[in-house]
């Protein structure tokens, strides 16, 4: 009966344990945050994922959420993760990115899009705001004042006013 006593406690210690990942069975685009976490810190762009900068992977918990239907692209991020980084690709000239930035409270949006063919046509297309009202169109940059919290989404695709080839790997980046 001692012996149950004492091995008891080993037991359940071993069985409440996390289990420890090394970082030799990680891809090398991944990192391991204190709590055990594993986080994506840079995927490629050729597969179309999302890239956060390290400073974001190791600060907080990276919950990214990205779909493909049909030509667009939907990326849901949460407002807490700006600054971030989105490298993605278009592979046909019809295709959309959509982020959407949920719990959106801070004053103003600040964004990026910069593609590694720097004639690749481009641009911030569109702004839909917490309250549904649009604007745009926009550039490659974009700084905009936000009166209302809530989601706003980034409608990101070729610009019906330029000619240039829109397929390639770009990169978006939001402060």
Known sequence: MKKLLAILPLLLMSCTQKEVVSENTLKNDSAIVSDGTVINKIDSAANGNVSIDEDN???KSFKKDR???ANSIIETIDSDMIPITIAD????????????????NRNNIVGKITSE??????????IKLANGD???PFGRDIK??????GEIWLLIGKSNMAS????GKFTVTLE
Do not use: C
């Open 57 to 59: 992977a190791l600060k």
């Open 164 to 167: 240039s080839d829109v397929i």
């Open 89 to 104: 690709e278009f592979t046909n000239s019809d295709q959309q990115m959509v982020v959407k930035i949920k719990n959106f």
């Open 144 to 149: 905009y004042d936000i009166n209302q919290n």
């Open 117 to 126: 063919n720097p004639k690749m046509n481009i641009r911030f297309n569109q």
């Open 67 to 69: 779909v493909v239907e």
């Open 134 to 136: 649009y604007d745009g």
